[in-house]
């Protein structure tokens, strides 16, 4: 069982589509995060957010819109994306934010494979 | 910034043999080494850290050694189980970025039974 969930599992969409991936943590974590991960590749991190708000946005394309409604809910809003967006996106928390002094671990949770036609 | 490199990229073993996965890291600032573990299709999952604060830490079949100095730091998996076949990457973070937290590119273990 995995502590932060995510959906859809899996979601196809053309290029012209919008859609979004949610995520969802009931630990109490205060930071949340968005990465991608490529086939055979570590995970890339996308976004931060820290106490609902946004704290790192790694150069990621307008077309990837995150959004943290609560401190427990993330969605990643997809619009207009193409081909090379295929891949698994991860969301993850962690207890402490980027910016405290203590490093505390990620969870991950299972993804969603999207495939971008 | 901080540049985590890994090796093997691949590693095959026999069952009940130690498997070593090594890291090395170029930024001395870095103080949080985390490892996961990724099964094919799902997520990755923390299976041990450690803190620059200490050389050594084991759990059950798993350890992890620091050393500081040369900047590396290595997974040791004993009496291995085909239960561990899967991706495993080391990463590597400093104090107050834990969203830099920079992964290394990965191991795939492979045990045979």
Redesign the interface.
């Known amino acids: 069982d ?1 502590e932060v969930t995510q959906t859809p599992k899996h979601l196809v969409m053309g290029m012209t589509n919008k859609k979004s991936l949610k995520c969802e943590q009931h630990m109490g974590h205060r ?1 949340m ?1 968005w990465y991608k991960q490529k086939a ?4 890339e ?1 996308m976004f ?1 957010y ?1 106490y609902e708000k946004l ?2 946005n790694e150069s990621v394309p307008s077309r990837f819109s995150p959004e943290c409604p609560n401190s427990s809910l993330l969605n990643l809003h997809l619009h207009a994306l193409q081909p090379e967006d295929s891949a698994l996106y ?1 969301c993850a928390s ?1 207890q ?16 969603t494979r999207l495939t971008v036609t | 910034g901080e540049n985590v490199e890994q090796h093997p990229s691949t590693l095959s073993v026999q069952e009940g043999d130690s498997a070593v996965i090594k890291c090395t890291y170029s930024d001395s600032a870095s ?2 080494f ?1 490892w ?1 573990k990724q099964e094919l299709g ?5 299976i041990i ?1 450690i ?1 620059s604060n200490v050389g050594e830490k084991k759990d059950q079949r798993i350890a992890v050694t620091l050393n500081k100095t040369a900047k590396h730091f290595s997974l040791h998996i004993t009496e291995t189980q085909p239960e561990d076949s899967a ?1 495993y ?1 080391c990463a590597a ?1 400093s ?7 920079i ?4 191991t795939k273990l492979s045990v045979k039974p």
């Open positions: 995995t930071a995060y055979k590749k570590p995970p991190l931060v820290s704290s790192i991860l962690s402490e934010g980027p910016h405290s002094s203590y490093n505390s671990p990620l969870h991950f949770g299972n993804g | 103080n949080y985390p996961y799902k997520r990755p999952q923390l850290d803190r991706v990457f973070s104090r107050g970025s834990q969203g830099n937290l992964f290394g590119k990965g």
